[in-house]
């Protein structure tokens, strides 16, 4: 990933999530009011759906633990949703009869990219819109 420009410097209000703290349902609604207030130029659907399938995923494979984050530049929306689960997911052929195996495929056709980074604790799930033009 590219180093960030100073124009990227320029960060709008962070939010910070934690489960212990809201529903994945409030979490989800609070992305979206985030997106629609600080970086207009970005897909809220997109965004949305791709909120869901990560915390919906960080609740089925993790135990449910989860930390979102988001911040808008002027440049990108960055998403991290972090879990305390050292287990990389992979991406799957997509099951169409019993479903599953999408969510990875969503998540990177609707954003610019998409990556995992363990942690010692776990991993952080990444997710970048960049702002075109």
């Known amino acids: 990933m590219p180093l960030e420009t100073r124009a990227d410097l320029a960060v709008a209000e962070m ?13 989800r609604g609070a992305v979206v009011a985030y997106v629609r207030e600080h970086c207009a130029w970005v897909d809220v659907f997109s965004v949305r759906l791709v909120t869901a399938e990560l915390l919906a995923n960080a609740v089925l494979h993790t ?19 972090a879990d305390r689960d050292q287990r990389l997911p992979v991406a799957r ?30 991993k952080i799930l990444r997710v970048v819109w960049r702002r075109p033009g």
């Open 63 to 81: 135990g449910g633990r989860w930390n979102l984050r988001a911040r808008c530049t002027r440049s990108r929306l960055v998403l991290d949703v």
């Open 15 to 27: 939010l910070e999530l934690d489960s212990r703290d809201t529903s994945v349902t409030r979490a």
């Open 93 to 122: 052929k997509p099951d169409l009869v019993e479903g599953g195996g999408l969510g990875m495929h969503i998540i990177g056709s609707l954003s610019s990219s998409f990556e995992i980074r363990p942690t010692p604790g776990g």
